[in-house]
């Protein structure tokens, strides 16, 4: 009678483990929050603005963090470059084995050592039409050894909604410029013969100064 009253005791034991086991798997500590999020557009790019807060964020030595913007509308979405927060053991991994870092080589690499506080995030980007009313969010996936992915969550959002883009006319009256006065003078030294009033342009320095006159 106690025999079997033993095992089934040890079977809700193991079951229980298990459970446990997998809920750790699947629950990410989120450590990281958004302090600021801005999309600006200017003219055919737009430039996306993040401060994350890293203040309570913990990398363990043997795993590696990848925090990944995506500015979303309904259907559409596009990935930013990530940010990688690796602990020591997976940094000198990664670094060792190619093709390098998880997501490539626009990441942004920090060791887990040297994590700051917080982060300014910023990229521009080509504008679409669709980001009209997009906004950011931000997800989370914790890996392991040889790039095996151990959990991954979406961060709470969205951020930095961007609103629908509309142009604004501006009228500018021009100034008037009021009443214009414009004055034109000149001068030419005329020689005559002795006793005589008429022009001979070919007397003395009268070519010249009859040119003088005509180029007026």
């Known amino acids: 009678m106690k025999f079997p009253a033993f095992h089934i005791s040890a079977a809700i034991i193991l079951g229980l483990s298990a459970g446990t086991s997998a809920a750790e798997t699947r629950t990410i500590p989120v450590g990281v929050s958004v302090d600021h999020a801005s999309l600006q557009r200017h003219g055919d790019y737009m430039n996306v603005d993040l401060s994350l807060d890293f203040s309570k964020l913990r990398v363990e030595s043997n795993r590696a963090v990848l925090l990944t913007p995506s500015i979303i509308n309904g259907s559409d979405t596009l990935k930013l470059p990530a940010v990688g927060i690796y602990g020591r ?11 390098g870092m998880i997501s490539g080589a ?3 690499v920090i060791r887990a050592s040297e994590l700051p506080d917080s982060l300014h995030y910023s990229q521009i980007i080509p504008y679409a ?71 001979y342009p070919e007397y003395r320095r009268n070519t010249t100064e009859l040119a003088k006159i005509q180029a007026t």
Request: glycine residues 10%.
């Open 89 to 99: 053991v997976r940094y000198y991994q990664y670094q060792r084995n190619s093709p």
């Open 106 to 108: 626009d990441e942004t």
């Open 129 to 199: 039409d669709w980001m009209n009313g997009s906004s950011v969010y931000l997800d989370r996936s914790d890996f392991g050894c040889c790039r095996k992915l151990l959990a991954e969550a979406p961060f709470e959002g969205p951020y930095g909604y961007f609103g629908y883009f509309t142009p604004k006319w501006v009228y500018v009256r021009p100034q008037g410029n009021g009443e214009k006065h414009r004055e034109l003078s000149g001068s030419a030294f005329i020689d005559f013969p002795v006793d005589q009033t008429v022009i």
